[in-house]
């Protein structure tokens, strides 16, 4: 090294450099055609999870919009319906001698003034009844039917062109679905609205002795005087008639679904009277206990059977005629199958009079079938 000059230092150097950035260019031009898309390919992910943060805050903000959107549009949507029916909502007060001595609700149900309300509201034949509008005009009113096996009553008054509720279908009714009740709370407070759900379906409860079954159970206030009322649901419909409240309890109410109600005006407007069809059979609904106890084949069902002494099967009846025995089995009626929470007076009701019907039923441990005829029940 000693023995080279200036001048050939400069040139080495220089040719080492050329060799040097010759090299770094070939390894670099190797490395980017072996992963050309390495660096647009992190700048695409980088891109897209800016994206998705922003779009994130986006659905997250639309999410809580949405949700101040349905708050308003279901509480606008209830006060529309309250300003609908309401005028439908009327207040009945009986009176004996001059003196009011009690008084309820009632909703109509067709321009001709025909109102629901129930049985225990008008219970007193020989009371008069004032039907007292949402506007404060007052009718006399007429009873036109009691019912004889559930909280119903019917009564009309004497005008025309009326605001009415619609009829909706109870079969429909849902656990939690919303609904309306209106009344007269207290006797005094006329069209008293309080909003709930539907907590509980087809309930049974004993009020003053006289059972009621297939109830619809809310929390929505059902005071006295509310008895009568309409329990209505989001879309303006009557799906029942408000009749109880649980005693000792809060926000335990109970309305008779409005399938019934629709039963008892097709049988005033075709008939003149409520009518129900009669089988002639006493029973026990079995339950797994009782066909222990009795050694039974069967755990559900209703035995023919009577515990207090009466007959077992009514004479000349629909089952006697049928051939039905005592110790039978029934475990069908029609096409419904009989449980303890669908007894078989439930089924006997779905039917009309005069229908044919199919009766199926274990007689020493062998299943059997029949057909019966059913009559109208006498009261």
Do not use: C, W
């Amino acid at each position: 090294m000693e023995d080279l000059t200036k001048t050939q230092l400069v040139l080495l150097f220089l040719l080492m450099s050329i060799v040097v950035s010759f090299t770094t260019a070939i390894v670099t031009s190797a490395l980017y055609e072996q992963s050309p898309q390495s660096v647009p390919q992190i700048i695409q992910r980088v891109v897209e999870k800016t994206v998705d943060k922003v779009s994130d805050n986006i659905s997250s903000k639309d999410k809580d919009t949405e949700k101040i959107v349905n708050v308003i549009t279901e509480e606008q949507r209830v006060i529309d319906i309250v300003r609908r029916v309401s005028p439908a909502v009327v207040s009945i007060v009986s009176t004996k001698d001059l003196s009011k001595v009690a008084s309820g609700s009632g909703f109509i149900v067709r321009d001709d003034g025909t109102i629901i309300s129930n049985r225990h509201v008008v219970q007193d034949i020989n009371a008069e009844y004032t039907v007292i509008m949402s506007d404060g005009k007052k009718y006399a009113a007429k009873v036109l039917a009691r019912d004889p096996l559930h909280d119903i009553a019917i009564l009309k008054i004497d005008a025309k062109g009326l605001p009415v509720i619609a009829l909706g279908n109870s079969d429909s009714a849902q656990l939690g679905q919303k609904v309306i009740a209106i009344g007269s709370g207290l006797g005094e407070l006329q069209n008293t609205i309080s909003v709930g759900i539907v907590s509980g379906l087809s309930r049974t409860v004993v009020p003053s002795g006289f059972e009621l079954r297939q109830l619809i159970q809310t929390d929505a206030a059902i005071n006295p005087g509310n008895s009568g009322g309409p329990l209505i649901n989001l879309s303006g419909e009557a799906i029942g008639v408000n009749t109880a409240v649980a005693s000792g309890a809060e926000n335990i109410g109970f309305a008779l679904p409005v399938n019934i109600v629709k039963k008892d005006l097709d049988d005033i407007e075709k008939i003149g009277r409520i009518s129900y069809p009669f089988f002639g059979v006493r029973y026990i609904m079995l339950n797994q206990d009782i066909a222990k106890e009795r050694k039974l084949s069967v755990s559900e069902g209703a035995l023919v059977a009577s515990d207090d002494g009466s007959p077992a099967i009514t004479a000349e009846s629909p089952a006697e005629k049928a051939g039905i025995k005592i110790g039978d089995i029934i475990i069908e009626f029609g096409e419904d199958k009989l449980t303890v929470d669908h007894p078989l007076v439930e089924f006997i009701q779905k039917h009309k009079v005069g229908e044919t019907i199919k009766v199926k039923f274990i007689r020493n441990g062998k299943e059997q079938e029949v057909q019966s005829v059913l009559v109208e029940r006498k009261f």
